[in-house]
């Protein structure tokens, strides 16, 4: 098992072109910044932009090509994405809009892909598919504004061949969309699409982990800068516009959720407007998206001294983010995961079960914040309760503890399950004291 704290661990080897990043820290020194504006550590931010590469066709053709191979192992003949899921990015790099009306992507076990839409949008679909890897050959299936997109969807299944049979549908997919496309193929069996989308998304590829080292690295990066330039007076919405401008420093799009003292007891924080003041704690979540896949990242940090419940609390949160750490390894259920996490807050005297630890330990991310797998008890995946880890599953590690009035500590970093343990993309943060340590100056 390797504990990715190190410089190593960081960048990890499918980012080694980042490892220059923390050499480059007055990249934009030189820059034109008007420094009142911006303050320096923020101005002095590298770009990272141009170490992201963008995915390729063949690198999507693949994806298809296995999940086929999950909808045989899963008697399906079919699967259908409609409209706003990011499988159709995954799978064919389109982002299916229509809103109320239906654009479907359907992948066949056995023939071409193709895809369903408006006929008023036949264009704008056909210049997506030429620009991804299903080509200028895919058929475009289109209905009129007055024909049942359903109808026009269930016969192409049949001139394919798939009059009766499984079909899987997409998880995010609207009921109005599910409901219709059921009521058109009456002699389909239909369910849940999710043991291929989410069987493949799962495990990821080396490119998907060097996009996700990389808006790691970012995240990071921007969160240090705007701890160095906060100041009491400011406001909860002060600080998240300078997390805005640190992004764009860094090149990538991204944001954050700032909340303060007794708020941070929230996990999810609090729409209250917030003030700074000496001895506030603070906490700072979310990230960024590289390439389509993101990072989610949490650092507490306290503003001058914290005080000693404080720094009690903060280690017992770190020791279970540790133990999620090194629990987590291929074949491990991902309900061990959070257990291992939750045993040591709980032993703490902050329990039992989830009084206050109030959420799982984590969740799959990606090109979604959230995806599979989720790591807590009785997490239903397929037909599977508790599914096993496997390698180059990516998820985040965030466990916390939750005082109502007082304060709230998270720690989250993204986990990588390699082939023998985990590793995390960013250093743990050491305290409440210096939340960056580990990070090269």
């Known amino acids: ?20 990043v923390f050499g480059a820290t007055t990249l934009h020194a030189q820059d034109a910044v008007n420094a009142a504006a911006v303050p320096a550590p923020i101005a002095a931010l590298p770009s990272l932009s141009s170490l992201a590469r963008p995915f390729t066709n063949a690198e999507r053709q693949a994806r298809i090509e296995r999940a086929k191979g999950l909808m045989a192992a899963n008697k399906l003949d079919a699967i259908v ?13 389109m982002r299916l809009g229509g809103g109320e009306r ?49 109808v026009a969807l269930g016969k192409a299944l049949r001139d394919r061949g798939i009059a009766t049979g499984s079909v899987g549908l997409d998880e995010n997919m609207k009921y109005v969309f599910s409901d219709g496309i059921r009521r058109a193929g009456p002699h389909i069996t239909f369910s849940s699409a999710t043991p291929v989308t989410a069987g493949c998304r799962m495990i990821k590829e080396p490119h998907e982990l060097e996009c996700m080292r990389l808006a790691c690295c970012a995240t990071l990066l921007v969160y240090r800068a705007v701890a160095h330039s906060v100041h009491p007076g400011m406001t909860n919405h002060d600080v998240e516009h300078l997390v805005s401008l640190a992004y764009g420093r860094v090149g990538f799009r991204g944001d954050a959720s700032l909340n303060i003292d007794e708020y941070t007891a ?31 990242i949490t650092r507490t940090f306290v ?7 404080m720094k009690r609390v903060f280690d017992i949160v770190h020791r279970a983010q540790t133990a999620a750490l090194h629990t987590a390894r291929p074949g491990v259920s991902a309900a061990a995961v959070d257990a291992a996490a939750r045993k040591v807050i709980v ?4 329990g039992p079960g989830f009084t206050y630890f109030t959420h799982r330990v984590g969740h799959g991310i990606g090109l979604d914040m959230h995806e599979w797998p989720y790591l807590v008890k009785n997490n239903m995946f397929g037909w599977e309760l508790d599914p096993h880890l496997q390698k180059d599953m990516t998820t985040s590690d965030e466990p916390g503890i939750y005082i109502k009035g007082e304060f709230g500590i998270r720690l989250e970093d993204d986990l990588h399950v390699t082939a023998d343990g985990a590793e995390l993309f960013t250093p743990q943060s050491p305290s409440l004291e210096d939340p960056f340590g580990g990070m090269a100056e």
């Open 1 to 20: 098992m390797r504990n990715a704290i190190s410089r190593r661990g960081f960048f990890g080897k499918g980012a080694a072109a980042a490892a220059a």
């Open 81 to 93: 994405i409609a409209n706003s899921s990011s499988s159709s990015i995954y799978f064919a790099n």
């Open 102 to 150: 239906l654009w479907a992507l359907v992948l066949p076990a056995k023939a071409k892909p193709f895809v369903v839409c408006p006929a008023f949008e036949e264009g704008r679909a056909r210049q997506l598919l030429d620009e991804g890897p299903l080509g200028k050959d895919a058929e475009v299936i289109i209905w009129q504004e007055d024909q049942s997109p359903y």
């Open 266 to 296: 929230l996990p999810h924080g609090s729409r209250t407007p917030q003030t700074l003041r000496e001895g506030s704690i603070l906490m700072l979540d979310d990230g960024c998206v590289v390439e389509g896949y993101t990072s989610d």
């Open 303 to 309: 503003l001058g001294k914290p005080t000693d419940k």
């Open 347 to 350: 032993d703490a005297g902050y």
